[in-house]
């Protein structure tokens, strides 16, 4: 709960620092996204803390699948209430509630799928943090910029905890939190504009997330076709099947942050 509660403080902290001492000409656009943003960080901060919440109840007692998933939508709803919803060119409403609750839910399971080994979950949350930031910067977003940056800092300080041999884990409370902040960083940044109209820069947030996506992806399937609960964990995992193929665990993890990273970069070269 600690190291949960440091990332939420060092990515609060970092937002008010940022503003107070950055450059002249980099603080007024920085403001200027604040200002317009406020109630979206507001309603982000609230629900990085009811995310964790969650995580939390389901680490000292087991939640049911449905109590728990009924919290997962409910922040994703208030989330998209503030604002921060997918369109993807579909002028709906209802669509773009759907389209975000369904796209938060994914990603919170997706991470909270990849902690299955060490270093795994918090590696590829610091990889999707960093290159959703660098795009945000690249075009001109600082504000989602300072958040993404901020977030691969407190996950990287977390991370030489957590890996090779951890001293400290994430449970489900660290890997519900980074799961929503990326989630929620990923829809942030405007892709699509009229400055840039690339149509393919709307798959960046796929791209950049395209490892947990695939991972949760074949083994819900691959349970699905057992006739299993797809929320019961097993060991049919990418990490679970490089280790079985003659890597350590180390090597595993090390390798699909590569892909990661590979999978980024790809995204990064759309914008």
Request: aromatic fraction near 12%; charged fraction near 10%.
């Amino acid at each position: 709960m600690a190291v949960m509660t440091g990332i939420l403080a060092s990515l609060l902290a970092g937002i008010v620092v940022a503003t107070t001492a950055s450059p002249s000409s980099f603080a007024g656009l920085f403001e200027y996204g604040l200002s317009v943003r406020a109630v979206q960080l507001l309603s982000l901060t609230a629900g990085a803390f009811g995310m964790l919440f969650i995580g939390l109840r389901d680490d000292k007692a087991e939640m049911t699948p449905l109590i728990k998933f009924g919290g997962q939508l409910a922040v994703a709803l208030v989330v998209a209430a503030a604002g921060m919803r997918i369109t993807i060119f579909v002028h709906s409403v209802l669509f773009s509630y759907a389209m975000t609750a369904l796209w938060i839910l994914t990603v919170v399971n997706a991470f909270n799928f990849m902690d299955n080994m060490n270093g795994l979950c918090a590696g590829l949350g610091a990889i999707g943090a960093g290159w959703l930031g660098l795009i945000a910067a690249f075009s001109g977003q600082y504000l989602v910029a300072t958040m993404a940056f901020l977030v691969t800092g407190a996950l990287l300080g977390f991370l030489p905890f957590n890996f090779p041999q951890a001293t400290a884990f994430l449970g489900d409370a660290g890997s519900h939190l980074t799961g929503y902040l990326l989630a929620v960083l990923a829809i942030l940044p405007h892709y699509y504009t009229r400055k840039h109209p690339l149509p393919l820069a709307v798959l960046t947030p796929l791209l950049v997330l395209a490892v947990p996506l695939l991972d949760m992806a074949w083994v819900v399937l691959w349970r699905w076709k057992r006739g299993k609960p797809f929320y019961i964990g097993d060991t049919n995992h990418l990490s679970h099947r490089l280790v079985r193929c003659g890597f350590s665990r180390v090597q595993a993890v090390v390798i699909i942050w590569l892909l990661a990273m590979g999978a980024g970069a790809l995204a990064f070269l759309l914008q």
